[in-house]
């Protein structure tokens, strides 16, 4: 059975229109660019999300930062916050289950900032946090 599955960060209306049916949000905001779009759009107008996740940005932050140590991959916090509710959903689903996602940004364009230890502290991120202290996100 193939299941649609919505990743969005705090702040974005994805996720309350998947949810609730409105894109209504007051529950915080994000510092990722280009993902949770304030409206409904063509291409998503009668989707069927099967799960919504909201994605906080440390969580996406540090799967961004894994797999460039990891796995050598130099990716932008959309694609963080995807990977983190890939991860969310396989933990759920359990084991047997094929899960994919999609890397949707490069980290080229974030160097002044995801990639920026000044400015990630000013904005109360840690690349370096485990990746196990954010699984249970």
Partial sequence: KIEIVCADPYGAAMWSWFT???LETNDGDSIAEGIGQ????KNIEGIKVDRAYRVP???G???VYQLLREEGLFLGLSSGINVAGAVRFAKESGPG???VTVLC???HKYQSTLFNRDWLESNHLDPDLP????LGR
């Fill in 38 to 41: 304030g409206r409904v759009t």
């Fill in 105 to 107: 940004d490069s980290g």
């Fill in 20 to 22: 609730n049916g409105n």
């Fill in 131 to 134: 990746l196990e202290s954010i």
């Fill in 57 to 59: 940005d440390q969580s």
């Fill in 61 to 63: 932050l540090t799967i």
């Fill in 97 to 99: 289950q094929t899960v």
